[in-house]
């Protein structure tokens, strides 16, 4: 039996991050970049960064499932680059805007159903 702590275990919590650079020059190519970005916030992801989205998953399995998504949907060209971590490495992340620290960002609550 699995205790209310090993599901919240920020060992087994996972941080989806998905880092691009896509071609712009032609209508085509922004379309095509547009399509990618609304992909991935359907998808639950969130802007960390311009070209970066994060997405919190409660598993590696869950976390899996959303890295397929993003494989397929990815556009003909350009670079992406996935990242799969743990809650815990997510949160010894340090971020400053300029030289002021800044705060982490919000960790989505845990729905326990059972």
Known sequence: MI????????????????LYDLPTE???DRK???KFRKDLLQDGFR???????????????????????VIKNLPEHGKVGILQITD???????????KKQQERLDIPQQLELF
Do not use: C, I, P
């Not at 205790?3 to 998905?18: D, G, H, I």
């Not at 919190?56 to 397929?68: E, I, P, T």
């Open 88 to 98: 815990k490495q997510f949160g010894q992340m340090e971020l400053f805007f300029g």
């Open 32 to 34: 095509l970049a547009a």
């Open 3 to 18: 205790t209310s702590y090993e599901r919240l275990n920020a060992y087994r919590v996972m941080w989806t991050l998905v």
């Open 26 to 28: 032609t209508k085509k």
């Open 47 to 69: 802007m960390f960064q311009f070209s970066m989205y994060v997405r919190h998953s409660a598993s590696s399995d869950n976390a899996y499932v959303h890295k397929r998504k």
